[in-house]
Structure formats: C-alpha cells, structure tokens
C-alpha cells in the first residue's frame, strides 16, 4: 500500500468498510483447532499403537481373556492422553502472540480522528502514535517528531530505534527508520504514518504463521523411528509364524492366533513410553533446582545431544542493558554533569541510552537537580539532543561529528575526534557532548565536554560458558540484530570464534545454507534468517539449540530440536511458550547445567533402550522357537506373563536405569551423530537378545527332557528370562565393560535388581500368586539354571562386545 496515495485527511468510512472486507480483521492467524477425536486418531498412526491396538481388541474379542486385554489397551489410553495434552500446549505461543497487538488505535477517518479498535485498522488508514502507544500495524512514517520505538521484541536490539519521515522500508528490521511494526512499543516523541499491512501480512503476523506446527526433537524422532521397526519386525515374524503354522499342520487356528497375540505383546516394550517419560520426569525436576524449566520432557534429552548452540547476543552473552564501557574527558570538564542535564530518563525509565548515562552519572554522585529552560528532543535527523538549563547553559549530546562539529575548533576537538574510531573498532556505541553559555539551542562555538562509550554489558558468566561449551564438544554461534563490528567485538570478548561474520541481509543465492552453516557470528538478522539458520544446522546433521528471549526468536524457536527461552527481564511470553526449555536467570552458563544433564539423561536414555529392546527381541526369538521346536507348548510364554515380565519386571530396572548415575563426567560422554540407535548400536542389542535367547531356550530345552508338565516348564521360561534380563540390565549401563570401575555406584540399579528379583521369586513360591500368572513351583535345578544364566549373561555379552564393536564408547 503506498502511504503518498492517501490525503492527510485519512480514509472516508466507506472506503475504511470496503478495504476491511478484502482485507480482514487485523488480527494475527489462529491455529487451527482440531477436535479431540482428531488428536487421538493422530496418535494412533503410531506403529507401536496400532500393534497395541489389535493385540488388546484380539485378546478380548477373540481370545476372550479380559485382564489381559484391558492392561493393553489401558497403556494404549496413558499414551494417547499425553501425545494429545503435549500438542495443545504447543498452540498455546500464538495465542500468547496475539495478546501483544494493541487492543486501541488512534486513526483519520474522514478528516476526524477517532479511537477505534485496533482489529478494525485497514491498510492505507492513517494512524496518530504517541509516546507510551503500541502500533497496532505496519505501517510508513508520514510525519515524526523526535519519534523512536522499542523493537526489541523483533530486532533483539537493546537501543530504541528512531524513526523519521521519508526513511527506508526495506532491508533489515533495524535499518528501517520509515516504518513502524505492529505491537512494537512508541517509546518517545510523536508521529503520524500510513498502514501497508495488517493481520497476517504484518512482521508479527509472519512470526505467528511460522509458530504454526510441531516440530519432533531427536529422541521423539529416534523412539518412531523405533517404534516403525519395531512394527515392521512383529508383523513379518507374524506373517512368517502364521504361513509356517498352516504349511506344517497340526496347530489349531486358535492356537495361531494365540501366538500371534503374544508375538505382538513380545513385541512392544509396553514399559518404554512410561519409563522414559517417569526418567525426564525426574531429570526435568533436577534441572528446575539449577534454573532450567522444561516445557517437553524429550527436550532434556535433546539438549545433551546438542552439537550446536545458537546463542542471541542480547540478553544471554549480555544483559540486555546498556552500560557505560568507556569514556573521554576533557581536562577540567564536568562529563557526568553534562550527561545528566542533557537526558529525559527518570527514575531509570526512558531510552536505553539516557537510562544508562544517568546511571553512570549518579555512580559519580550527579543527579539532575538543573531546572530547564528549553529543550530539543532527540531527533533522528540531527542526531542530537540540545537542553538549555538556568545560567543559562546549553548541553549537546549526539553523535559525534555532529557534537564536535558545532564546537569551536581547537586541540582537545582534534583529541576527541581522534579516538572515536578506536572506540568504534570495539563495537561501542560513542556520543559526544559539549556545552556552551548561552540560550540559543543552535548556537556553535561550543566547548567540548568528553566522550562516551556504550556498550550491552557482557554477562560475568558467559565466557566461561562459552568455555565449558568448547570443551564438551558444542560449538556457540552467536546471533543479533546488532551491527557486524559490534557483534565481532562481543563474540571475542566472550571467547566466541567470530570469523565468519555473516550479514543476513547479503545471505542470498544458492549458497545461503552453506554460509549459514559457516558462520561464527550472523548479525544484522531477521526472524526469517534465524529459522533459515535453524534449518541449515539441522539439514546439516547438527543437533541445534536455539536461545531467545524476545518475539522475533520464537519461530526459531519452535523449529530448533531444542528452543531456549531466557526468561530475565527483556523475556517475553511468546518466547516461552515456543520453547521446550526456559532458563529463568537467562544465562548461558545455566544452559551448560542443562546440558550436562541432559547428557547423563542421554546415555541413561539409551541405556534403557538397549535393554528394553534386547529383552523384547529375546522375547520374540522365544515364542517363534517355542512355536515350531515345541509343538505341544504352542508358546513357551503366555500373553499374561509376557505382560507380567513387559509392564512390571522390565519397568522397575528401565526406571532405575533412567535415574542412574552416568559414568564419569557427563560432559565427556559426547552424543554420536547417528543417534542413540545405530546401525551398531542396533547390532549388539541384537547379539544380546540372542545369547539371552539361547540362554532360555537351552533351560527350556533341559526342563522338558526332565519330563516337567507345560506350566513347570513356562515357570522356568519366565524364570530363567528375568534374571538373566535384570543382569542385562548392568550390561547396558556399561559404557565399556559390566563391571568396570564403579560399577556398583548405581545404587538404584542394584536396589532395583534385587527387588524385582525378589518380587519375581516371590509369586513363583507362592502358589496364589503364581497361579494368577499360571506359575508353578519349580525343582532346586530349575533355579539353578536361572541363575546361571543370570551368571553368565555379562560375560557372554562383553565377548561379543569386544573386538571391533569396543572402539566407540560412546554407543550402547
């Protein structure tokens, strides 16, 4: 919309109807909301749901056995639930969004000026804004007096951005002075200006259309992934098991169906989505003591897998306040004096700028006690601000070759000049003053006062943040909106490699990934650049952390496999509510906290795959031997007990292993790219699940050559099973080998062994119990047996890890 096209006078409520019927409300996007059915059913696509799913409806309508059949679809329900109460929090940012857009506008119409809500604003309405209004849209300056806004929010900038009549609309959100942003704030001076954009069109409105879906982290990547094969393996052994019943002869249908109930069951870890989510419960309730707050429990592994953080420069390398740096005095002037004249804070409200000098001079005992005569406000033009006080005394601030153009020439001018480009170099932002005797606001011949240099104060913690990072693999790449040279200077000062520094208004063409990727520092950024950079990293194979406090972090936010609110003074709510973390000090070095124990979460994580999945593959390699090597058992293991071993046996120990200690340092223990289930990984989980197999099987195989009836024999199934499963359990904690050094400091492991040991030998001798299970009492062998399988499953399992497989120690 061309602002030149419409008379001062505003638009006619004719034309103000008609344009808001092409146009819309001037509101941002909602998502879109979905019916409780549909999230369910979005729920159910899962593989292992659906495996779940037949195998509880079978169990009932077919099979007839109710408890087994509730239990199942009972643990269908637990995950449906919280699949379903995770994705309504994520729509919860926009919302928040939209509570940002201001509710009231000043606007034109027809020659009069009128409050109207600010939903009913219309591209090409001319808009009146104020100090202390929030721009209900984009629009162009049309007229502006000492007009500046707050657009943090959007740039990451902590200065005010100034604003003037006829200035630029395009390039970087910080570089355009001609425009005005919706829901930004007016912080000084006044202005009139022309809407072009409202609702979705607007800079907010794109934010809210890129909050708009879920984007999975890496362990829910990884758990689908294994949910998938998990699937894919049940039904072709089903598949297999069901056309080599019927070729042989001699199995009853109901038998068939039977076993493939209990091969699904065998199938799906049951145990796994409730001891993972119990493991991140509780790491989530460790790391809130150290100030980090997880929104999403897989975010915590997320974060120990990260390889790359994208930190934002304000408010998490610095404080998001503006502090003097450094300054110039010339000898026998009144610096400080002369700053707190010529400044419009009170009470640390106000610009940036004049909120930090008056905060240095009342460091140096100076209030701003002088009675005011007349006053310039800062303009963008002139870039300067002139106050004459009693005496009378007139006080310039501004820009320096403004300020020392208007002082008289002489030595300390030349001095002045002279180090402006040294405190430049560093990325400081530098304002002259001078002062004269006299009323005239533009008078000349002024005596030089000093310089003074600003800089966003550096946070204490973050350079060794940034240390710990380096140290443990994770590479920190700072993102602003700032400037280039000030963005170089404050990576170096917190010990971040800046080279490359990339504009991301020259990132075009083919090569803008690649260059994204490259990057050490990306100034001068916009929302859509951050989420661009996002995505490189991820396509790049990167595991990314992205940091933010303001509105314009948060569709990088959302899209990062982990988002990091800092929530200090500048955080907003739409911030947090995109984040799947938020860090309530909004320090870098409390995300290095989060880090490490994500990464002990990680390896725990993974440790409890690797024995869940190797005692499910046992499972399975059980009940197809049972089928056809024992014909007259059917299955060695009923669908209840395999419940019994999945629900409550594997659940006790994977739990344990979920809030183990990790060995040594957990910043040591670096993330494998592949994931925490690789191609090797997956090969020795597989290794385990057959020597644990065999290890059944042969106690199987000896129980019924001593003539023992089908349940004596199951008994010792299950039996010898679970013990050699729970010394798996010491097996996949391992990093190297069972029982290095330490090994017994998991102490909740042991705890957790011995007890399902103990509650496993408990239903087998007491024969109420046991009959609920269909258990028997067993012979003196039969225990031996189980425990030497027991005995010998770790040192069959380092075997096979040794050689080739013990080179990453990293894996499983």
């Known amino acids: 919309m061309d602002a030149t096209t419409h008379a001062p006078g505003g638009l006619a409520d004719d034309e103000a109807a008609r344009l808001l019927a092409e146009h819309g409300r001037n509101e941002l996007p909602e998502p879109k909301r979905r019916s409780p059915l549909s999230r369910a059913a979005r729920q159910l696509a899962d593989p292992l749901s659906i495996l779940l799913l037949i195998a509880g409806l079978v169990t009932l309508a077919v099979l007839g056995e109710v408890p087994e059949g509730a239990a199942i679809l009972a643990i269908l329900l637990v995950n449906v639930v919280i699949g379903v109460s995770q994705e309504v929090k994520a ?176 199938a799906v870890p049951e145990s796994m989505a409730a001891a993972v989510t119990t493991a991140l419960a509780l790491g989530s309730q460790r790391m809130a003591r150290h100030g980090v707050i997880v929104r999403r429990l897989s975010a915590i592994q997320a974060l120990g897998a990260t390889t790359v953080i994208a930190s934002d420069k304000t408010g998490t390398l610095t404080t998001g306040r503006l502090a003097v740096a450094d300054q110039v005095i010339v000898p026998g002037a009144d610096l400080w004096r002369a700053a707190a004249r010529c400044n419009d804070a009170r009470d640390g409200l106000g610009d940036a700028v004049d909120v930090a000098l008056l905060a240095a001079a009342a460091r140096h005992e100076v209030r701003p006690d002088e009675r005011r005569v007349a006053t310039r406000p800062f303009d963008a033009d002139t870039r300067s601000m002139a106050v004459v006080t009693d005496g009378p005394v007139l006080t310039v601030k501004g820009a320096p070759e403004v300020v020392l153009a208007r002082c008289a020439p002489d ?27 006299t009323g005239d606001l533009d008078a000349t011949g002024l005596r030089p006062v000093g310089l003074v240099a600003l800089s966003d104060e550096i946070r204490a913690s973050a350079r060794q943040a940034v240390a710990d990072s380096r140290a443990g693999g994770i590479r920190v790449i700072m993102v602003t909106g700032d ?36 990057a050490g520092v990306l100034a001068r950024v916009d929302p859509a650049t951050k989420l661009d950079l996002v995505r490189a990293l991820r396509e790049g194979g990167e595991v990314v952390a992205m940091t933010g406090d303001g509105v314009n972090d948060a569709p990088a936010l959302r899209h990062a496999d982990v988002g990091v609110a800092m929530a200090g003074e500048e955080g907003t709510d739409v911030a947090r509510e995109a984040a799947a973390v938020v860090v309530t000090n909004g320090e870098l070095g409390t995300i290095i906290t989060g880090v490490r124990e994500g990464r002990r979460l990680h390896h725990n994580v993974g440790s409890m795959l690797g024995y869940l999945l190797a005692g499910n593959l046992a499972e399975i390699f059980l009940v197809l031997v049972g089928l056809f090597a024992w014909p007259d058992l059917v299955i060695p293991l009923l669908p209840v007990q395999l419940l019994w071993i999945n629900l409550v046996l594997d659940g006790i120990p994977a739990i344990a292993l979920g809030i183990d200690r990790a060995p040594g340092d957990p910043m040591a223990i670096r993330p494998g790219r592949d994931g925490l289930l690789s191609r090797r990984v997956l090969a020795r989980i597989g ?36 013990f050699a499963r729970l010394t798996l359990a010491y097996v996949a904690r391992a990093r190297r080998w069972t029982f290095e050094r330490g090994w017994w400091r998991g102490r909740a492991v042991l705890i957790a062994v011995a007890g399902t040991a103990a509650l496993q030998a408990l239903v087998t001798l007491v024969p109420p119990l046991g009959a609920l299970l269909a258990l028997a009492p067993i012979p003196p062998l039969g225990w031996a047996m189980a425990l030497a399988a027991a005995v010998l499953t770790p040192p069959l399992c380092d075997l096979a890890r040794s050689g080739r497989w013990s080179r990453r120690t990293e894996d499983l």
């Open 411 to 437: 030595e300390q001018v030349d001095l002045l000049a002279a180090a402006v480009p040294g405190l430049a170099a560093r990325g400081l932002r530098v304002l002259a003053l001078a002062e004269g005797d």
């Open 687 to 722: 290794v385990r699940s057959l020597i644990v197999g065999l290890l059944v099987v042969a106690a199987v195989e000896v129980a019924r050559r001593l003539g023992w009836d089908d349940t004596q024999v199951r008994t010792q199934a299950v039996l010898t099973l679970v």
């Open 91 to 266: 729509e919860q940012a926009v919302r928040a969004l939209r509570t940002l857009t201001a509710p009231m506008a000043k606007v034109r119409r027809g020659g009069a000026v009128r409050r109207v809500g600010a939903a009913d604003v219309v591209p090409g309405d001319v808009i009146e804004v104020a100090a202390g209004d929030r721009v209900p849209a984009d629009a162009q300056v049309v007229e502006a007096s000492s007009l500046a806004a707050n657009e943090s929010m959007l740039t990451g900038e902590s200065r005010s951005a100034g604003k003037r009549a006829g200035g630029l609309l395009e390039g970087p959100l910080g570089d355009q002075d001609g425009a005005l942003f919706s829901g930004t704030m007016v912080v000084r001076g006044s202005g009139v200006a022309v809407v072009t954009s409202t609702g979705a069109g607007t800079q907010m409105g794109r934010i809210a259309s890129a909050l708009h879906g879920q984007v999975k982290g890496p362990l829910e990547i990884e758990l689908a992934r294994v949910s998938k094969r998990i699937g894919v393996l049940a039904v072709i052994a089903g598949v297999v098991m069901v056309v080599l019943g019927f070729t042989r002869g001699g199995i009853a249908p109901f038998d068939l169906v039977l076993a493939g109930v209990a091969l699904a069951i065998a």
């Open 483 to 518: 400037h280039a040279d000030t963005a170089r200077a404050v990576a170096e000062q917190v010990g971040i490699e800046p080279d490359p520094v990339v504009t991301g208004s020259a990132l075009n063409g083919e090569d803008r990934p690649a260059r994204l990727r490259e």
